[in-house]
């Protein structure tokens, strides 16, 4: 029985679910709590808030299920919940977590991650593990819906059509809030680049001062 549930799709594995089927609704979980992990963590950047609010989306999932609709996709419907979860939390609490987000949760970087090379030198993967940290940094200080609209897009690889349903809101919209996140983190990037020339340019200064104080002109 285990092996021909696994063998359903989302949307059939949730009309079970809409009959009471704990075992469906446990593979379904199991499917997408990786996923809603990464989701909102990114989107929280908090491990331990993003695991309570995994378990409030799940929870949410069930207690809504008679309102899915089998006619569009089960992972719309449910990024929707998650979504929604993630915006009450940052009402509620009014907080934007600025933390370190070094180590992605359970997922490999894409697209807004800087990848190693081959042949990456210690130095240049440290470099390239702290442009992706300020990256994910900046990704927090978004306004909330175009972080929402990033992080499905460039995370999920959600395309605009679903996330516009899971948003609620037009292609053109979101279209228009990606652009304007990439913009900033454009920005972003720009003035941490740019800081850290000037220290560069301190850092050798204050290295050449040294030494010719030490072995003079």
Known sequence: MKQALECLSDEEAMCLVQRGDM?????????????????LYRFVGNAAQAEDLVQATLLKVYR???????????????????????????????????VSLDTPVGENSNIIDFFEAEGESAAQRVERKEMARIVR????????????????????????????????????????RVFRAKMK???????????????????????????????GP
């Open 23 to 39: 075992e469906a609704f446990a593979l379904l979980a199991h499917r997408y709590e990786p996923k809603l992990l990464n989701f």
């Open 64 to 98: 809504s299920r008679g309102r899915f609709r089998g006619s569009g996709r089960f992972s719309t419907w449910l990024y929707t919940i998650a979504a929604n979860v993630a915006r009450d939390y940052l009402r509620k609490t009014k907080k934007y977590r600025f």
């Open 137 to 176: 940094l900046a990704i927090l200080r978004l306004p909330r819906e175009q972080r929402l609209a990033i992080v499905l897009s460039h995370y999920e690889n959600l395309g605009y059509d679903e996330i516009a349903r899971v948003l609620k809101c037009s292609k053109g919209t979101i279209k228009s």
């Open 185 to 215: 983190l454009k920005e972003f990037l720009a003035d941490y680049m740019a800081g850290k020339e000037v220290a560069k340019k301190d850092e050798l200064q204050e290295s050449d001062t040294t030494t010719a104080s030490l072995f």
